[in-house]
């Protein structure tokens, strides 16, 4: 097979999952239904486009494939699927089933973990394997928990539907929460020899760029789409050649995706001018910040500080926020500063094991010339982290003491 | 048309220790609930506190109900609804989901047709 047709179905999967299992499940009303017919259009590209050629709208051929497949499945099965609760699809307005299918995945009926699970696999189009990997599963406990949640949308018929508008802002920071959390687990990966899952960052951007284009006028999601691509425009200069941890002082500022953080920047910027500002929007003023940095050195600490005051309040005093804003203050103020704003937090039940507190304390003890206390703090963050990378940088920092 | 169950679970010290005007405002809000819900509402008591409850397992009746628990199950109601969604929307009206101490679980109810 060649590589194109190879690189045009990954570019069709990439672009048109979604749009092919949510028009799926209108006809078939059953997600598993849907999902097993939409990955099979997608084995039928790699056996027909070969042959025949790429077609000309690969979206359109794929979900006539599946749509087949569905009426095909549905005829032999009507005795047996008919006694099993159905999707339940309402009539409902104009709208995109992308959207349909991404509300009704993080439903507030689902728990946390059932909504990103549910988002990457049916919506991200992400293997069951594959979601099993990111978040640390084994795979049948990752089919399982699949399995359950499919069978509560069906069984407590959650409404495959957008919400309406007076819960729409509840229900979108949901989604929103959702997409950041795939975007998160793969930016720096919990466990394991890499430190980014390109596969996972990816979907969660382009996850959010399609929210986005179906939701141009909220500000929320393009204050969203703005973190992550500003975020994301860094992730390049973030690990060095070797396969090192490289932190934002040391990193090649011209290796950073200026394109990507000037579409971010307008987006928040345009963000920030229709609506107060949420929770992502300020954390996205924050990243562009740094992003616009010159240099390491010339980094606005002042204006960093101030960001992470107003996030405070916006998270109810976040012990994570307390955190990287007690190392902002570090930065603006000196090392003995950071170290003093970081003291109240060693007792916060929230970061007892959170590799990150006792690092930044190692950083400014470090800087102090503390040296055997900064040993013991490494030597704690050390036996709190599983990210291979970061161990080998905390290793590494602890060595040069 | 689908069957959902309300549980209605709260501590029920706190509901006999309602001030007359709080018991006026809580018995407004159900009375809410149901206009609201119309002929969606297919039944519903109040349940009389878990200590006058008698459970029976295997051989042994025994005093109280089947968990001890500090917030017991203090009334229900049977609803026909389309969907998740309207049910939720109804459900939010109920007293018991604002209070601290109580809360409402929303149960499918098995459809044998």
């Not at chain 1, 077609?55 to 494939?65: D, F, I, K, M, N």
């Not at chain 1, 010339?298 to 309040?313: K, Q, S």
């Not at chain 2, 309602?18 to 809000?29: Q, W, Y």
Request: charged share 25%.
């Amino acid at each position: 097979m060649t590589a194109e047709i190879v690189a045009a179905v990954a570019e069709a999967h990439r672009r048109d999952w979604a749009q092919v299992l949510a028009t799926t499940a209108r006809v078939t009303r059953d997600l598993d239904l849907a999902e097993e017919c939409t990955q099979d259009a997608y084995a039928q590209a790699l056996a027909v486009w070969p042959r025949d050629g790429v077609p000309s709208r690969p979206g359109a051929w794929l979900t006539r494939v599946a749509r087949n497949r569905a009426l095909d499945e549905m005829r032999r099965e009507a005795a047996f699927r008919r006694r099993l609760p159905l999707l339940v699809t309402p009539p409902d307005g104009p709208g995109d089933d992308r959207l349909r299918l991404i509300f009704t995945c993080c439903h507030p009926a689902l728990s946390r973990e059932a909504q990103v699970a549910l988002t990457a696999r049916l919506v991200c189009g992400l293997s069951t394997y594959e979601v099993a990997r990111a978040f640390l599963l084994p795979e049948p406990t990752m089919a399982a928990r699949l399995t359950r949640a499919k069978k509560k949308i069906a069984t407590a018929r959650i409404p495959y539907r957008t919400p309406d508008p007076d819960e729409m802002g509840s229900r979108l920071d949901t989604v929103l929460e959702v997409v950041h959390l795939l975007y998160t687990t793969g930016h720096t990966a919990p466990i394991g020899p890499v430190l980014i899952r390109a596969d996972l960052t990816a979907s969660a951007i382009h996850l959010a760029r399609t929210l986005h284009l179906l939701m141009p006028r909220s500000a929320a999601v393009a204050a969203l789409l703005a973190l992550l691509l500003v975020t994301d425009a860094r992730s390049a200069a973030r690990v060095s050649a070797s396969g090192a941890l490289v932190l934002l002082p040391d990193q090649d500022r011209s290796r950073w995706n200026h394109p990507q953080i000037a579409e971010g920047v307008a987006l928040l910027t345009d963000s920030l001018r229709r609506e107060a500002p949420t929770r992502f929007a300020v954390e996205a003023a924050i990243a562009a910040v740094h992003a616009e940095s010159p240099s390491w050195e010339r980094t606005d600490w002042p204006e960093i500080v101030g960001l992470y005051d107003v996030l405070l309040r916006l998270t109810g005093e976040s012990p994570v926020v307390a955190l990287n804003r007690a190392v902002a203050v570090g930065f603006r103020d000196g090392p003995q500063a950071g170290l003093d704003a970081l003291a109240p937090l060693t007792a916060e039940p929230a970061l007892a094991t959170y590799a990150y507190l006792a690092a930044a304390r190692a950083d400014f003890l470090r800087l102090l010339g503390r040296r055997p206390e900064a040993a013991a703090a490494y030597d704690e963050a050390l036996t709190l982290t599983d990210n291979e990378v970061e161990r080998a940088f905390l290793a590494a920092r602890r060595g040069s003491l | 048309m689908p069957k959902y169950t309300l549980l209605i679970y709260g501590d029920s010290a706190q509901w006999e220790a309602l001030t007359g005007e709080e018991r006026r405002a809580h018995d407004a809000a159900h009375a809410e609930f149901r206009t609201a819900a119309g002929d969606r509402v297919i039944g519903g008591q109040e349940l009389e506190p878990a200590p006058t409850a008698t459970t029976l397992r295997g051989s042994v009746t025994s005093d109280g109900p089947f968990l001890e628990t500090k917030e017991a199950l203090g009334g229900f109601y049977l609803l026909e609804a389309a969907d998740l969604d309207e049910v939720l929307a109804l459900a939010k009206l109920l007293p018991e989901v604002r209070a601290a101490h109580s809360g409402v679980e929303i149960r499918p109810v098995v459809d044998h047709g």
